[in-house]
């Protein structure tokens, strides 16, 4: 009986430097400078404010875009007031924008 003659592995080749510079960029990204934190509290203690105000959803989302406007936050950092926009869609039960918003 012929034996089957055994099938060679293709190999993957891998940039492994371009590879490594992609990972490097995304955890630059990841890393939060102090100015970024400093934007994000402000925004996140003027958004307080809001809320101790009984605004309502739609005002506290208003002032949050100018405020990520106007305070020029990183995109880095947005991720986090998109977080609190939809905690307070949840405490104020608007489900269907907190869902929009996680």
Same mark, same amino acid.
């Given at each position: 009986?012929?034996?089957?003659?055994?099938? =060679?592995? *293709?190999? @993957?080749?891998?940039?492994? +430097?371009? &590879?490594?510079?992609?990972?490097?960029?995304?955890?630059?990204?990841? $890393?939060?400078?102090?100015?970024?934190?400093? =934007?994000? *509290?402000? @925004?996140?203690?003027?958004? +307080?404010? &809001?809320?101790?105000?009984?605004?309502?959803?739609?005002?506290?989302? $208003?002032?949050?875009?100018?405020?990520?406007?106007?305070? *020029?936050?990183?995109?880095?950092?947005?991720?986090?007031?998109?977080?609190?926009?939809?905690?307070?869609?949840?405490?104020?039960?608007?489900?269907?924008?907190?869902?929009?918003?996680?």
């Amino acid at each position: 009986m012929p034996q089957p003659k055994p099938q =060679k592995k *293709k190999e @993957l080749k891998v940039d492994t +430097k371009a &590879l490594q510079a992609k990972e490097n960029k995304l955890c630059s990204d990841l $890393v939060e400078s102090p100015t970024s934190k400093n =934007k994000y *509290k402000l @925004l996140q203690n003027q958004i +307080k404010e &809001l809320e101790k105000a009984n605004a309502s959803y739609k005002q506290v989302t $208003v002032r949050c875009m100018e405020l990520i406007l106007s305070l *020029k936050v990183p995109q880095k950092m947005q991720w986090r007031v998109f977080l609190d926009m939809a905690d307070f869609a949840k405490r104020e039960s608007k489900f269907d924008e907190a869902r929009y918003l996680f």
